[in-house]
């Protein structure tokens, strides 16, 4: 890996701040970080992992680009687009001068399809590595439940159950969460979107999905202009199994859950992504799989990931470049527009 790494981030707010702390407790020295900032407006501390009163500028020596048509000056390696998700792919052509680059996109792909074509123009013109930030494929509940499927010893599976329940108030207690990009059409708001990950985990698990039917609401008394509920059915084929999978999604819950239920032949499986426990289920016996409650380490398990793609100047499988990112946005899409 080089002695210095170039990296340029699009979007400095809870998820850009995550990312770029866990780079540097990762690269320690051995890395330079940009952001670019059209408006010179005050950048607000919003992680967990620093005090409010930190300067993140400062502290992380972040050097400011004003003028993208700058950024290829500087002989960038690597480029975080975490802004908000209407905004994704538009940022990468906009950087129509760089060629042969490592890109981590924040999950998920963009808000729409629009830009796709486009996109992918350029990105196989320029020859650019894309890599699309999907963080629970990394939590260790669900690297549990792929071992557990694929050992195959609990026979056909009937049905799956994805649910994440949350409050959007709670998301970042500092902001005011009517000004954030979940709770604005225009910025790619929305449970369905801001919840990919469950769409995405399906994917993942089953490899395949085909959606029956949903349904989106705005039932809470959230002040946001896009929905806050939505239920959708599915059909998945796994291992000879046809599977029923249920996604059931909320930003109104007071109590925060996140969990996989699977019902097979011979037993359940069920992963609390919020206790870090599996459960496995038979007849007679119950087994239980904990693991250490720390929800930074699949985001710093994801970073080191990419950096040991780029670190050996491979490019990223379709397992988790823009190709996977467009099957889970396109179904996520469906749901949102199956009212």
């Not at 707010?13 to 990312?19: A, E, F």
């Not at 400062?58 to 209407?86: G, L």
């Not at 669900?142 to 010893?153: D, F, G, P």
């Not at 994917?203 to 008394?221: E, G, P, V």
Request: proline share 1%; with cysteine.
């Amino acid at each position: 890996m080089k002695n210095n790494i170039k990296i340029l981030f699009f979007g400095l707010g809870s998820i850009g701040q995550r990312h770029l702390i866990n780079l540097h407790g990762i690269l320690n020295k051995k890395v330079t970080f940009y952001a670019y900032r059209s408006k010179k407006r005050k950048l607000a501390m919003n992680t967990i992992a620093e005090k409010k009163t930190v300067n993140i500028i400062k502290k992380y020596k972040i050097k400011i680009i004003r003028d993208i048509n700058k950024i290829a000056n500087e002989d960038i390696d690597i480029i975080f687009i975490t802004n908000p998700s209407s905004l994704h792919l538009n940022t990468i052509l906009s950087l129509k001068n760089l060629k042969n680059k490592y890109i981590f996109i924040e999950k998920p792909l963009d808000a729409s399809l629009a830009s796709y074509q486009k996109f992918n123009k350029l990105i196989n013109k320029n020859k650019l590595k894309i890599f699309v930030g999907y963080n629970l494929r990394f939590h260790q509940c669900v690297k549990k439940v792929q071992k557990i499927l694929h050992e195959n010893k609990l026979g056909k599976i009937y049905q799956s159950t994805f649910v994440y329940g949350d409050n959007l108030r709670n998301w970042h207690k500092d902001e005011d969460y009517r000004t954030g990009y979940a709770a604005n059409k225009k910025l790619g708001g929305g449970i369905v979107l801001s919840s990919i990950h469950e769409f995405d985990l399906m994917l993942a698990l089953f490899r395949n999905a085909k959606i029956i039917k949903s349904y989106n609401d705005h039932l809470s008394n959230l002040i946001i202009n896009v929905e806050d509920f939505s239920v959708s059915v599915f059909k998945n084929n796994f291992l000879g199994s046809k599977i029923v999978s249920i996604i059931s999604l909320n930003f109104f819950q007071i109590n925060k859950e996140r969990y996989i239920k699977i019902i097979c032949e011979k037993g359940e499986i069920l992963a609390d992504l919020i206790n870090f426990h599996v459960f496995i289920k038979t007849k007679n016996k119950t087994e239980k799989f904990s693991y250490k409650k720390n929800n930074n380490l699949m985001y710093q398990d994801e970073v080191k990931f990419f950096l040991k793609v780029f670190k050996d100047k491979k490019i990223f499988t379709n397992e988790c470049n823009h190709i996977n990112a467009l099957k889970s946005l396109k179904l996520a899409l469906k749901v949102k527009s199956n009212h």
